[in-house]
């Protein structure tokens, strides 16, 4: 029997699952454990509809444009409430859906909230649920499969940080604006710390299309030796690195284990070695030992003037002769630039609004220029670069993801189903003609190779 502690710390979002069914009638004894939940004047306007056909499953994703996890969780419960007192019976239904995730842990089976369940209105006409009826949110049930058990628990703030006595005071959180040189690189680590990436282990963040991992291979293609990777934060793209002994380095212990888990499950298909290391920025070099390659891949977007003119130091210690540093960042082009200015208007000036790009932090294409120029102010004399993508590669997904974003009534964007129409498709012709060819400056990425002599 599992203890009471335990079943509150072992709890964890699981995103992904066994194809194996769950009996109805455990489903039943865990949503009566959910009606122990507490309600303002006992009203329990609470109401919980089990979904557990495919058919319906479908529909949702299909007509409601519901995040296509669920399509793969055997069960998924919709949590909804009587609207006639927003507060009272939103606050009653959110208990009853923190007592289902526990009694899902307790039974042995994993479960996820989800927000992005859909366009409320088309979810309630395919589940027939009431006009004054709103939805809490979803509830995805089942045997977490092999990726969920490996994926490790998100770590919690310390309690001193969350824990005001009498009055509220300042607890230094971190900036949550695009431009790098407002976050310290303690903001940096403390956001890295908690933020969690909303999708399942080892899935792309800042890549999301397969031609940047087509630039990654051939870029990193013709090393023969070791290579050490900064910033790896879950390294998704180190599935592309050539078949070497990689060092992969993280801001935080808590990324590191979260890149450790993605290499543990890329692993299977191949033959990936990483060792893992925490930054230090005081230190000369990141290792002991010189190394023949470093890679910064698309995380120069995301660090201030200070740490990166601190990072390009380090890196030329750290490189022995000849060693090349090798950086793949989105830089500014009209396409980018005008995409950004789009978002900033539309969402407003916090990262986090998107989700896009917050995972890591701060976002903000870099100059070339003034990336020349530190790295020269490093020690780099040998630098060359290419430019690549002049309509950033990523803006099949992104017209994807607003599809998405406007069909599911703006409750989801990440999991969705790509829709094809005339946009689409002349999208893909674009991307197709441009493929690898160089751009120089007027590309939206640059591959930046700095070799020491
Ligand atoms: C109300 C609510 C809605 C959520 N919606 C989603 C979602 O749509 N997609 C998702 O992947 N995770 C979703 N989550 C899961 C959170 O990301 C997760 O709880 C958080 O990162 C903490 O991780 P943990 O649950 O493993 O402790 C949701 C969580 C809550 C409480």
């Known amino acids: 029997m599992k203890i009471f502690l335990d079943v509150i710390k072992k709890r964890k979002s699981v995103r992904s699952f066994l194809a194996k069914t769950v009996d109805l009638a455990l489903i039943k004894e865990i949503i009566a454990l959910?009606?122990?939940?507490?309600?303002?004047?006992?009203?329990?306007?609470?109401?919980?509809?089990?979904?557990?056909?495919?058919?319906?499953?479908?529909?949702?994703i299909k007509e409601a444009a519901a995040n296509t996890l669920i399509r793969r969780?055997?069960?998924?419960?919709?949590?909804?409430?009587?609207?006639?007192?927003?507060?009272?019976?939103?606050?009653?239904?959110?208990?009853?859906?923190?007592?289902?995730?526990?009694?899902?842990?307790?039974?042995?089976?994993?479960?996820?909230?989800?927000?992005?369940?859909?366009?409320?209105?088309?979810?309630?006409?395919?589940?027939?649920?009431?006009?004054?009826?709103?939805?809490?949110c979803f509830i995805a049930l089942g045997h977490p499969d092999e990726r969920a058990q490996q994926s490790p628990l998100v770590s919690r703030r310390p309690v001193e940080e969350?824990?005001?006595?009498?009055?509220?005071?300042?607890?230094?959180?971190?900036?949550?604006?695009?431009?790098?040189?407002?976050?310290?690189?303690?903001?940096?680590?403390?956001?890295?710390?908690?933020?969690?990436?909303?999708?399942?282990?080892?899935?792309?963040?800042?890549?999301?299309?397969?031609?940047?991992?087509?630039?990654?291979k051939n870029t990193l293609g013709d090393i023969k030796n070791n290579l050490l990777d900064l910033f790896s934060y879950d390294g998704s793209f180190l599935k592309e690195f050539p078949l070497l002994p990689i060092i992969a380095m993280d801001l935080t212990q808590e990324t590191s284990a979260y890149t450790r888990a993605a290499v543990r499950l890329f692993a299977k298909n191949k033959l990936l070695k990483a060792a893992h290391i925490i930054y230090d920025d005081k230190k000369k070099a990141f290792t002991e030992n010189q190394q023949a390659a470093i890679s910064l891949i698309y995380k120069l977007e995301r660090i201030s003037d200070a740490l990166k003119e601190n990072l390009f130091i380090q890196a030329y210690n750290t490189l022995r002769k000849e060693g090349e540093f090798i950086i793949i960042a989105r830089k500014s082009n009209i396409f980018l630039s005008f995409f950004f200015f789009a978002v900033r208007l539309i969402f407003g000036q916090d990262v986090r609004k998107t989700g896009i790009y917050s995972f890591f932090g701060p976002y903000q294409p870099v100059s070339l220029r003034k990336t020349k120029q530190q790295l020269k102010k490093a020690g780099f004399r040998d630098i060359s670069w290419s430019g690549y993508f002049f309509i950033p590669v990523f803006y099949e997904q992104i017209y994807q993801m607003i599809k998405q974003y406007i069909r599911s009534g703006g409750t989801?964007?990440?999991?969705?189903?790509?829709?094809?129409?005339?946009?689409?498709?002349?999208?893909?012709?674009?991307?197709?003609?441009?493929?690898?060819?160089?751009?120089?400056?007027?590309?939206?990425?640059?591959?930046i190779i700095c070799r020491k002599q």
């Open 162 to 216: 969350v824990f005001h006595q009498g009055k509220f005071r300042d607890n230094n959180a971190p900036p949550f604006t695009y431009d790098p040189n407002d976050w310290s690189l303690e903001n940096l680590r403390n956001h890295q710390k908690y933020y969690c990436r909303k999708t399942f282990l080892g899935k792309e963040m800042d890549i999301m299309n397969q031609r940047e991992r087509e630039l990654i």
């Open 73 to 136: 969780a055997p069960v998924v419960i919709a949590v909804t409430y009587d609207g006639w007192n927003y507060k009272e019976a939103l606050q009653g239904a959110s208990l009853a859906v923190g007592h289902i995730l526990l009694a899902a842990e307790y039974y042995g089976l994993g479960a996820l909230p989800i927000n992005s369940y859909g366009a409320d209105c088309k979810v309630k006409k395919i589940l027939n649920i009431p006009v004054k009826e709103k939805i809490c």
């Open 412 to 447: 989801s964007y990440l999991h969705r189903e790509p829709k094809e129409d005339a946009i689409s498709k002349f999208l893909s012709f674009i991307m197709k003609i441009q493929g690898l060819r160089k751009f120089g400056l007027l590309g939206s990425v640059a591959v």
């Open 34 to 60: 959910a009606t122990y939940a507490p309600t303002s004047c006992n009203q329990q306007l609470w109401n919980f509809i089990v979904i557990d056909d495919a058919l319906t499953k479908e529909k949702l």
